[in-house]
Nanobody, 130 residues
Framework: QVQLVESGGGLVQAGGSLRLSCAPS????????MAWFRQAPGKEREFVAA???????????DSVKGRFTISRDNAKNTENTVYLQMNSLKPEDTAVYYC????????????????????WGQGTQVTVSS
């Protein structure tokens, strides 16, 4: 059974930093593109960042570009954990953050739409106070 477990959320002041983690289990995730999405109260779930299966390519939403960094650990004997380093946080970053995974057959393919992702975590709350 595929599971994605997020952690690292919390309450932080504006300008602060948090690092989210996503630990996949149930299969090897080196053939999966991974992404982070977020959903604020009353809003649609939106794309934040994505990383290719090798980690060599990344893509960010304009709203987080330059502040957030997505990375992954594909080394052997690791959990293939995916990270989202969030710096210079703003109150508008407040949301539940979700990790997602999509099986891809090419390292050059980097999906960024919600509908393209097959597996989702339960989410972790990030709250940024002003």
């Amino acid at each position: 059974q595929v599971q994605l477990v997020e952690s690292g959320g919390g309450l932080v002041q504006a300008g602060g930093s948090l690092r989210l983690s996503c630990a996949p289990s149930g299969r090897t995730f080196t053939n999966y593109a991974m992404a982070w999405f977020r959903q604020a109260p009353g809003k649609e779930r939106e794309f934040v960042a994505a990383i290719s299966r090798s980690g060599g390519s990344t893509f960010y939403a304009d709203s987080v570009k330059g502040r957030f960094t997505i990375s992954r650990d594909n080394a052997k004997n690791t959990e293939n954990t995916v990270y989202l380093q969030m710096n210079s946080l703003k109150p508008e970053d407040t949301a539940v953050y979700y990790c997602a995974a999509d099986l891809v057959y090419s390292d050059s393919y980097l999906p960024i739409k919600r509908i393209q992702y097959d597996y989702w975590g339960q989410g972790t709350q990030v709250t940024v106070s002003s």
